[in-house]
């Protein structure tokens, strides 16, 4: 047994004070910093959606909604984010810019009445437009266009008093009403105008059209706007969809038709000639959406997070890539218009943030700042808090 003498014994107490003060001061300057961790990773960022390319390829437009907010804003970026209008309550689509990029078009979903609002990018000034619920029926907007269809009514010599023809009409920002595109008679099977492509020279018109009800087959239509003529394309099949996108010159178009074991594409090279190539994927049912850049030759196939680009002159397809661009839980890909990027929207750590892909550099960056937070992470004192704060949680777990 060992016997301390005084001084030893002072000693001791005074070491044993300087580590209690010591741990004192660890545990607290550990509170302190898991205080600030706490802090920082509780920090929330506007949710983002529908990013919008500008036809100049200048700009994107995007939603945000803020943390514990119930309306959706209206934003843009160029160089630095600004904001165009704040939104009345309720899930908005933004269909797409207008008039030189002066104008956004969006379209809030309603229950009753269709209706659109059309915003003023420079002084975020919004203007709502209903329709008249007269037998109309929303198909969808395009181009900047809204179409629908209505049923005529049956003429004095229909005994069975059953309407034999179907009406599609559209309406483009700046028209006093309501136009007919052309009327589609039918007989034994009762027609529906699915969707409708309008090309970019506003004489052609691509129609998706059901035929009879519930599955049944579907049919793509060509209507040419200046000769007033309708014409079948051949492809009649069932399928779950049918996108398709038009040529930037207006002579070509491209079909994507998927079924429930595959997804084919039918690509008219010449709309005139009504000749198409089919071009199968094989027995695996992709959603692809058509995308056919400016002043190019190829197209692009959107997939979720995947953009492959097929060269009609060696029918191939290769998927794009760039450093960095495939991020866990990405959506909401928009191509810009010449096809040689996208915009979407990605995680920052947990929290939105808008991201441009060039695929021609193949680097992709954030179009919004970075968030404070992401900073902060990289900090020390963030390190050895979150550190302090996982050992504690562990500890009080045992």
Not at 119 to 137: D, L
Not at 242 to 255: E, K, N
Not at 308 to 327: C, H, M, N, S, V
Request: glycine fraction near 6%; hydrophobic fraction near 40%.
């Amino acid at each position: 047994m060992f016997i301390l003498d005084q001084n030893s014994r002072k000693t001791l107490k005074v070491v044993a004070l300087l580590w209690l003060a010591f741990v004192l001061l660890c545990l607290g300057l550990g509170a302190y910093l898991s205080a600030r961790v706490s802090s920082v990773v509780a920090q929330r960022f506007p949710t983002l959606a529908q990013p919008c390319w500008s036809e100049r390829e200048d700009q994107v437009a995007y939603l945000a909604r803020e943390p514990e907010a119930s309306a959706w804003q209206l934003w843009k970026v160029d160089r630095e984010p600004s904001l165009i209008c704040q939104l009345d309550p309720g899930e908005w689509t933004l269909l797409g810019w207008l008039d030189d990029d002066k104008r956004l078009l969006l379209q809030p979903r309603s229950q009753d009445v269709p209706k659109v609002t059309v915003v003023e990018v420079a002084s975020g000034k919004q203007k709502e437009i209903r329709f008249e619920n007269q037998g109309i029926e929303l198909v969808g907007v395009r181009g900047g266009q809204m179409f629908f269809q209505r049923y005529d009514k049956p003429d004095a010599s229909n005994q069975d008093n059953l309407s034999r023809s179907v009406s599609l009409l559209n309406w483009s920002p700046g028209d006093d009403k309501i136009s007919k595109v052309v009327t589609i008679p039918f007989d034994t099977e009762k027609l529906h105008v699915e969707k409708v492509w309008p090309s970019l020279d506003h004489n052609w018109f691509a129609l998706a059209i059901r035929m009879g009800e519930g599955e049944s087959d579907h049919t793509l239509w060509f209507y040419n706007k200046e000769e007033d003529l309708l014409t079948w394309s051949g492809i009649r099949l069932q399928c779950k969809a049918i996108r398709a996108a038009w040529s930037p010159d207006s002579s070509g178009l491209v079909a994507a038709i998927q079924t429930d074991d595959s997804c084919d594409l039918y690509a008219f090279w010449d709309i005139r000639s009504n000749q198409y190539t089919r071009l199968s994927s094989g027995h695996d049912s992709h959603a692809y959406q058509p995308f056919w850049p400016r002043e190019a030759r190829y197209f692009l196939l959107l997939e979720n997070k995947r953009v492959y680009k097929f060269e009609p002159d060696i029918l191939q397809a290769t998927q794009l890539t760039a450093q960095g661009w495939d991020r866990p839980k990405s959506r909401d890909l928009a191509v810009s218009p010449r096809g040689t990027g996208a915009a979407y929207v990605g995680l920052e750590a947990d929290d939105d943030q808008l991201y441009k892909v060039d695929f021609k550099g193949e680097y992709t960056e954030p179009l919004l700042p970075l968030h404070p937070k992401t900073a902060q992470q990289k900090e020390w004192w963030f390190v050895a808090g979150n550190a302090f704060r996982t050992a504690f949680q562990t500890w009080t777990l045992r």
